[in-house]
C-alpha cells in the first residue's frame, strides 16, 4: 500500500519541483504570454447584444454620447466619462466594440501582471503565475455584475490592478527610488484615463498612488507632486483623445463630483431591509477588519505594516461603497479585495493555509447566499460556475465578429430591431419625432439607439442621478430650451414612480415643473407619452401655507383655487438626532419617507426643499406628471421610533395654462 502510494503521488513531486524550479516566467514575453491567456480564459461575454431595462439604458447613453458626439460637461453629466463606453461589452458601433475590446484585455491582463509581480516578491516565476492566474480567475468571477445586463465590472478590476502593483514596492525591502517613482507616475497616469470611464475609480487609483508614496516616504514632496502632476496631464490629455473641449473639462469635473458626492445618500439601502444577507456581510467585513487588525500589530519583516495600511484603506473605500447600497455587486467587489490581499500576502505556511480557509470559507459563504438574496430581492440568477466554464467561447466569439467584415453591424441591426419589438413605440410618434432633437424619460434610453432618433437628452441623462438641487436645476434649466420633443415611459403606477420606490415629481422638482411649464402633451399610447416643446405657459409660485409636521402626522394638501392651477410642496425637513446617525452614508439604517394619501414612498432629502407636484391639472392626465394628493406626511422606513422627527411643509400654487 506503501509503495502505491508513493507511486501515485511521484509525478506529482515531480510537477511540483518542475514549478519551483524552472526558470519559465522570468522574461517578459513569457508574462505577457500568460497574461494574454488568462485575459481570454477569464473575459465573460453575457451580454454582447444590447437589451432594454435600467442598467443597459444607461450604457446605451454612454455609447450614444460619443456616436453623436456630444459634449461632457455642458450637455451631459454622469459617475461616467467620456470613455466609460470602454467598460461596455454590448454592441452599439464597430469603433466603440473595438476600443472596449482592447480596453477589456489589457484590464483583466494588468491585473494578473500585476498579482504576480507581487508574488514574485517570494516565489518562484512560474509559482508566481500560477498564483496569479488562479486569483485573477477568482476576482474575474467575483465581479460579474448583476441584473438584465451581466458582464464584469471593469472599472473595479482596475482598481484591484492598481492595489496588487501599488503592494510591489511595498513588499520589497528596500525598493529603488526610480522604481517608487515610476510606478506612482504610472498609476497617476492611469488614475487620469480611468477617471475618464469611471469618476470614483480614478479618484480611488489617485488615492493608492499617494499612499503608496506616502507610505514609502512622506517626505519625498517632488514624487507626491509628479503623481499628482501625471493624473492632471493624463486626464487633460485623454479628454482632449476623446473629442472634448478642453474648456469643458472642469464643468464636467464639477458637476460629476456633484453626482458622485449626491449618490449614495439618495441611493443608499437600510441594512434592515436587505435581512439576513446584512448580518452576513457585516460579519464577514468584521472578520476581515479584525485580521488586518491584527496582522499590523504582529508587523514585522514578513508582512510589513506599510503594506497592511494599504490593504486596510483599499478595504475601507471598498467598505464604505457597500454599506452605502448594500447589494451582491459590492459585496463580491469587497470579497475580490480580500481575495487578491491574502493572495499576495506573505505569509508563512502555516498562517497562509489558515488565511486561505478562512477567506475560501468567506467566499463560498457570500456566493451560496446569492442566491437566497435573489430569491428575496428579486433579480438575475447568474451562476458565476457557468460564465466561467463559458467565457473561452465567448471570448473567441467576440474576437471573431470584430475580425469578420459586416459581422458586428449585423449584430446591431438585430438588437435594434429585438429592441423595437418591445418597446413597441408608436408609428405616429416616431413620424412626428421625425429628425428633431428627443430626450428619454425617465430611464430608457436605449430606446433612441433603437429607433436611430437625434438623441438630446438632459445633462443627468437618467433623473434618479440628479440627487441635489444643482444637478436637478440643471436638468431643469436645459429641458426648458431643449429638446425639441421628450419621448416618457409611462410608469404603471399612479402617481410615477421611479427606484427603490421613489415618488417621480419628487426625486427631481425642477425637472418636473420644466416638463409641465415648457411641453404639452401630443399624445399618449402603449404605454408612451409625448410632449412637444412648446415654450413657457406657467405662471410663478403662489404661497398658500406654512405648516409644521411630524412623523405619523396627517396633512391635508389645500385644493387649487380654481381649474388650471397646480399646487406644490417643499418639505423643510428638521431631523432629530436618530435621523442624523442612522441616514448617513456609510452603515444606513433607515431612510426619510414621504406619505401620500397613506402611501409611502422614498424622499430625496436633499431635493426636498425645493417645491413639488402634489396636485396637477387635467392638462397631463395619464402621463407621469399626473399626480392629485389629498393629504401629505413625512416618515422615516424602517421607523426606529423617532418621534421627534419633524419637517415644515410649504404649500404653493402655480398657474398652468392649457
Known amino acids: 500500500m506503501a509503495a502505491s502510494t508513493a507511486a501515485a503521488t511521484r509525478p506529482l513531486r515531480h510537477v511540483t519541483s518542475w514549478v519551483s524550479t524552472t526558470t519559465w516566467g522570468t522574461a517578459a514575453?513569457?508574462?505577457?504570454?500568460?497574461?494574454?491567456?488568462?485575459?481570454?480564459?477569464?473575459?465573460?461575454?453575457?451580454?454582447?447584444?444590447?437589451?432594454?431595462?435600467?442598467?443597459?439604458?444607461?450604457?446605451?447613453?454612454?455609447?450614444?454620447?460619443?456616436?453623436?458626439?456630444?459634449?461632457?460637461?455642458?450637455?451631459?453629466?454622469?459617475?461616467?466619462?467620456?470613455?466609460?463606453?470602454?467598460?461596455?461589452?454590448?454592441?452599439?458601433?464597430?469603433?466603440?466594440?473595438?476600443l472596449a475590446t482592447i480596453y477589456q484585455l489589457t484590464v483583466v491582463a494588468t491585473l494578473f501582471l500585476g498579482i504576480a509581480a507581487a508574488l514574485r516578491q517570494r516565489h518562484a516565476p512560474m509559482t508566481s503565475l500560477i498564483g496569479a492566474f488562479i486569483t485573477t480567475g477568482v476576482t474575474a468571477i467575483l465581479h460579474i455584475g448583476h441584473g438584465s445586463t451581466l458582464g464584469i465590472m471593469y472599472p473595479e478590476l482596475v482598481v484591484l490592478a492598481a492595489f496588487a502593483w501599488a503592494a510591489v514596492p511595498l513588499l520589497q525591502n528596500d525598493p529603488e527610488r526610480a522604481t517608487v517613482f515610476r510606478t506612482c507616475s504610472v498609476?497617476?497616469?492611469?488614475?487620469?484615463?480611468?477617471?475618464?470611464?469611471?469618476?470614483?475609480?480614478?479618484?480611488?487609483?489617485?488615492?493608492?498612488a499617494l499612499a503608496l508614496s506616502v507610505?514609502?516616504?512622506?517626505?519625498?514632496?517632488?514624487?507626491?507632486?509628479?503623481?499628482?502632476?501625471?493624473?492632471?496631464?493624463?486626464?487633460?490629455?485623454?479628454?482632449?483623445?476623446?473629442?472634448q473641449g478642453p474648456g469643458n473639462l472642469p464643468t464636467w469635473l464639477s458637476y460629476s463630483a456633484s453626482v458622485v458626492s449626491s449618490y449614495s445618500a439618495a441611493m443608499a439601502i437600510p441594512?434592515?431591509?436587505?435581512?439576513?444577507?446584512?448580518?452576513?456581510?457585516?460579519?464577514?467585513?468584521?472578520?476581515?477588519?479584525?485580521?488586518?487588525?491584527?496582522?499590523?500589530?504582529?508587523?514585522?519583516?514578513?508582512?510589513?505594516?506599510?503594506f497592511v495600511a494599504l490593504v486596510g484603506l483599499v478595504t475601507l473605500i471598498t467598505a464604505k461603497k457597500e454599506f452605502a447600497r448594500l447589494s451582491l455587486g459590492n459585496f463580491f467587489a469587497l470579497l475580490a479585495v480580500v481575495v487578491v490581499a491574502v493572495a499576495i500576502t506573505p505569509f508563512s505556511r502555516t498562517r497562509r493555509r489558515a488565511f486561505v480557509l478562512v477567506v475560501g470559507a468567506i467566499v463560498l459563504f457570500g456566493v451560496t447566499s446569492e442566491h437566497t438574496y435573489l430569491e428575496v430581492h428579486g433579480g438575475h440568477d447568474y451562476d458565476r460556475t457557468?460564465?466561467?466554464?463559458?467565457?473561452?467561447?465567448?471570448?473567441?466569439?467576440?474576437?471573431?465578429?470584430?475580425?469578420?467584415?459586416?459581422?458586428?453591424?449585423?449584430?446591431?441591426e438585430q438588437a435594434k430591431a429585438r429592441q423595437r419589438a418591445l418597446y413597441a413605440i408608436p408609428d405616429r410618434f416616431i413620424k412626428t419625432i421625425g429628425s428633431g432633437t428627443v430626450h428619454i424619460d425617465p430611464d430608457e434610453i436605449s430606446a433612441a439607439w433603437a429607433y436611430d432618433l437625434a438623441w438630446r437628452p438632459v445633462p443627468v441623462f437618467q433623473t434618479y442621478q440628479?440627487?441635489?438641487?444643482?444637478?436637478?436645476?440643471?436638468?431643469?434649466?436645459?429641458?426648458?430650451?431643449?429638446?425639441?420633443?421628450?419621448?416618457?415611459?409611462?410608469?404603471?403606477?399612479?402617481?410615477?414612480?421611479?427606484?427603490?420606490?421613489?415618488?417621480?415629481?419628487?426625486?427631481?422638482?425642477?425637472?418636473?415643473?420644466?416638463?409641465?411649464?415648457?411641453?404639452?402633451?401630443?399624445?399618449?399610447?402603449?404605454?408612451?407619452?409625448l410632449f412637444t416643446h412648446a415654450g413657457p405657459h406657467c405662471g410663478p409660485l403662489t404661497a398658500l401655507s406654512q405648516v409644521p409636521i411630524h412623523e405619523h402626522d396627517v396633512i391635508r394638501v389645500p385644493a387649487p383655487s380654481r381649474p388650471g392651477m397646480a399646487v406644490l410642496v417643499g418639505i423643510d425637513l428638521q431631523p432629530s438626532v436618530l435621523d442624523r446617525l442612522f441616514q448617513g452614508t456609510v452603515v444606513p439604517l433607515t431612510i426619510p419617507t414621504v406619505v401620500l394619501?397613506?402611501?409611502?414612498?422614498?424622499?430625496?432629502?436633499?431635493?426636498?426643499?425645493?417645491?413639488?407636484?402634489?396636485?396637477?391639472?387635467?392638462?397631463?392626465?395619464?402621463t407621469n406628471l399626473q399626480i392629485h394628493a389629498h393629504t401629505i406626511g413625512v416618515g422615516s422606513a424602517p421607523s426606529l421610533g423617532q418621534s421627534d422627527t419633524g419637517a415644515r411643509l410649504r404649500f404653493y400654487e402655480m398657474r398652468v395654462a392649457p
Not at 488586518?292 to 519583516?301: K, T
Not at 460564465?387 to 467561447?393: D, E, L, M, S, Y
Not at 410608469?491 to 404639452?520: F, K, M, N
Request: proline share 6%; glycine share 8%; net charge neutral.
Open 215 to 243: 507610505l514609502l516616504d512622506w517626505r519625498a514632496v517632488g514624487r507626491h507632486c509628479a503623481t499628482v502632476t501625471a493624473f492632471a496631464a493624463s486626464t487633460f490629455v485623454c479628454w482632449v483623445l476623446a473629442g
Open 271 to 306: 441594512l434592515p431591509a436587505v435581512g439576513p444577507f446584512a448580518i452576513q456581510t457585516v460579519v464577514s467585513t468584521v472578520v476581515w477588519a479584525g485580521a488586518l487588525c491584527a496582522m499590523f500589530i504582529r508587523g514585522g519583516p514578513e508582512t510589513p505594516r506599510r
Open 29 to 98: 514575453w513569457q508574462q505577457v504570454l500568460a497574461a494574454v491567456i488568462t485575459a481570454v480564459l477569464f473575459w465573460p461575454q453575457s451580454s454582447v447584444d444590447a437589451m432594454v431595462g435600467l442598467d443597459p439604458s444607461w450604457q446605451a447613453g454612454l455609447a450614444m454620447a460619443r456616436i453623436h458626439h456630444l459634449a461632457w460637461g455642458p450637455e451631459l453629466v454622469s459617475t461616467y466619462g467620456p470613455l466609460g463606453f470602454l467598460q461596455n461589452t454590448a454592441y452599439y458601433s464597430f469603433d466603440q466594440s473595438l
Open 597 to 622: 394619501d397613506g402611501v409611502s414612498y422614498r424622499l430625496i432629502a436633499a431635493n426636498a426643499a425645493e417645491p413639488f407636484l402634489v396636485n396637477t391639472g387635467a392638462s397631463v392626465e395619464g
Open 187 to 208: 498609476l497617476g497616469a492611469a488614475a487620469g484615463l480611468q477617471l475618464l470611464v469611471k469618476f470614483n475609480t480614478g479618484l480611488t487609483i489617485l488615492v493608492i
Open 466 to 529: 440628479a440627487n441635489s438641487p444643482t444637478l436637478d436645476e440643471l436638468n431643469g434649466e436645459s429641458l426648458a430650451k431643449w429638446p425639441q420633443f421628450v419621448l416618457s415611459r409611462l410608469s404603471p403606477a399612479s402617481p410615477a414612480t421611479g427606484i427603490d420606490g421613489r415618488l417621480g415629481v419628487q426625486e427631481s422638482p425642477h425637472y418636473s415643473r420644466a416638463l409641465l411649464c415648457s411641453y404639452t402633451v401630443s399624445g399618449i399610447e402603449h404605454r408612451w407619452a
Open 386 to 412: 457557468v460564465a466561467a466554464v463559458q467565457a473561452p467561447g465567448q471570448a473567441i466569439d467576440r474576437l471573431v465578429t470584430l475580425a469578420l467584415p459586416g459581422r458586428v453591424d449585423q449584430r446591431v
